[in-house]
């Protein structure tokens, strides 16, 4: 079992970058998958990045592919979700999730996630 942290949220201008976090406050994540889904209001959550448990795949929706990198730092127990010229179509809450091994794009298929961290994009 594992618990999850998000960090990093925050009210940015559009074109500005963030790096979220995802950290195990307990259990560890190295034989996790992480997913990253989104929420906006009056939305359903969404895929947005997933790293497998070791990094050597990833998968990003299309909208996000050419602006938003994954990456995992296993030492330090935590997942990254890098994101470039943000857009205010971007805004949401942000979550993250675990699911054993392999990576996912679906919801449905993690078994952890964290509260969400804010992201708001202003244009």
């Known amino acids: 079992q594992v618990q999850l942290v998000e960090s990093g949220g925050g009210l940015v201008q559009a074109k500005d970058s963030l790096r979220l976090s995802c950290a195990a406050s307990?259990?560890?994540?190295?034989?996790?998958?992480i997913g990253w889904f989104r929420q906006a209001p009056g939305k359903e959550r969404e895929f947005v990045a997933a790293?497998?448990?070791?990094?050597?795949?990833?998968y990003q929706t299309d909208s996000v592919k050419a602006r938003f990198t994954i990456s995992r730092d296993n030492a330090k127990n935590t997942v990254y979700l890098q994101m470039n010229n943000l857009k205010p179509e971007d805004t949401a809450v942000y979550y993250c999730?675990?699911?054993?091994?392999?990576?996912?794009?679906?919801?449905?298929?993690?078994?952890?996630w964290g509260q969400g961290t804010q992201v708001t994009v202003s244009s």
């Open positions: 307990s259990g560890t994540l190295s034989t996790y998958a």
């Open positions: 999730a675990a699911r054993p091994l392999v990576a996912s794009m679906s919801r449905h298929d993690y078994n952890y």
């Open positions: 790293i497998g448990w070791n990094g050597g795949r990833t």
